[in-house]
């Protein structure tokens, strides 16, 4: 890896901006299955209309252009540039060195493909050699096995285990903190 | 309904004016201790008048997801500091705590505790809630001693999270469920 190093390019994917004009439509589809919504986040699932998501996306580059501790990338298929998922780090306190990650693929039949753990292992590069943070948290349901398994995987080991924390389905989960310390990447990459 | 929900051993919660708050945590956050046990980020001072927008603001949003809290102590009434529920998942039934005693002179006498135990019969009969989150640093063991004293279990660290005077701490977090909290508090209810 060097200078010439494209940071945001993987083999079947690469990390690109939001598309205004054309995200929304395929996003607010995505928003329209509850387990995808439900496997991303704690808040009560909603669809979202394409105007809906428009708006968020403003959001999120208002965020982005002001706060400097949010970093949001959309995922795209190499060639096309298709749009099959986001992925970002937030919650950055650049005096310790750390922040938050997490991603989505939104499609049902663009997951299981690899297009994930690659956008992780972009975004852990970017992380850890260009943002230069000490330390990474990843935020996950026990009821979503996929996320656990691309996260352990990558090097994230779980640390915190919020007992009882996420009810869905008439039981209760538990919330699940994992987290990757750069020295833990290092090694990892090193191997690889 | 004859337990007074704001009232424990040694304090009582209240609520004042925003300007008396304000003046307070203005003053508070001078004391650089009280704020690094407080809060990871670096601290920073803002003058009372800002701090009292700020509440204000707050209170004129009141979405139902923050409940504040001044404690005061039950001999003098003094304003000793403030406990905050805040984040409140309703659909998961799940909340964070937060509590700060900006005067020193209260530390380590119980009174913390007692705010806590305060709180979390709150949180549990009133708001009816199934859980209390808190986060806590590596570096603050007499907190981390009162919330174990309150009933709270340790639940994981956040491995090195902080950096301060050149070293790296753990972020503790605990949490407290309603029937832990049922069973330990049974007999004084």
Excluded at chain 1, 6 to 12: A, H, P, R
Excluded at chain 2, 15 to 25: D, S, T, V, Y
Excluded at chain 2, 40 to 48: E, H, L, Q, T, Y
Excluded at chain 2, 108 to 114: I, Q
Aim: glycine fraction near 10%.
């Amino acid at each position: 890896m060097d200078i010439a190093t494209q940071l945001f390019e993987g083999q079947l994917i690469c990390l690109g901006p939001i598309d205004h004009e054309k995200d929304a439509e395929i996003e607010s589809k995505w928003t329209h299955d509850p387990d995808y919504l439900r496997m991303l986040s704690p808040k009560p699932a909603r669809p979202l209309s394409p105007a809906m998501v428009k708006k968020k996306y403003e959001a999120v580059e208002k965020e982005m252009d002001e706060s400097h501790n949010t970093f949001y990338f959309t995922i795209r298929m190499r060639g096309d540039d298709r749009l099959v998922g986001f992925i970002k780090i937030y919650w950055v306190e650049w005096t310790h060195g750390n922040g938050f990650v997490e991603l989505g693929i939104g499609d049902p039949n663009d997951r299981g493909h690899g297009y994930g753990s690659e956008a992780l292992r972009l975004i852990l590069r970017y992380s850890f050699a260009e943002l230069n943070l000490f330390r990474l948290s990843a935020m996950v349901p026990e009821y979503n096995p996929a996320a656990l398994h691309l996260f352990t995987k990558a090097g994230f080991v779980e640390e915190v285990r919020r007992r009882q924390a996420l009810q869905r389905d008439g039981r209760y989960w538990d919330a699940i903190h994992l987290g990757l310390l750069r020295e833990e990447w290092e090694e990892k990459v090193k191997g690889e | 309904m004859n337990v007074n929900l704001f009232q424990g051993e040694q304090v009582r919660l209240g609520m004042l004016n925003p300007e008396i708050l304000a003046k307070a945590f203005s003053r508070w956050d001078r004391d650089s201790e009280y704020v690094r046990l407080l809060d990871g980020g670096a601290g920073r001072m803002f003058s009372a008048k800002i701090i009292q927008s700020w509440i204000e603001k707050d209170l004129e949003k009141d979405l139902g997801l923050d409940f504040f809290f001044g404690i005061h102590a039950q001999e003098n009434d003094h304003l000793l500091g403030f406990i905050s529920l805040f984040g409140v998942d309703w659909n998961h039934g799940n909340t964070w705590v937060g509590i700060g005693l900006g005067e020193r002179e209260y530390w380590g006498k119980g009174y913390g505790t007692d705010a806590m135990k305060v709180i979390l019969r709150y949180a549990f009969t009133e708001l009816n809630l199934h859980r209390v989150t808190l986060g806590v640093f590596e570096y603050n063991p007499r907190a981390i001693r009162s919330y174990e004293k309150a009933g709270f279990v340790h639940e994981g660290r956040v491995r090195q999270e902080l950096l301060k005077d050149g070293q790296r701490w753990d972020v503790l977090e605990m949490g407290i469920l309603r029937e832990e909290w049922e069973k330990r508090y049974a007999s004084l209810n």
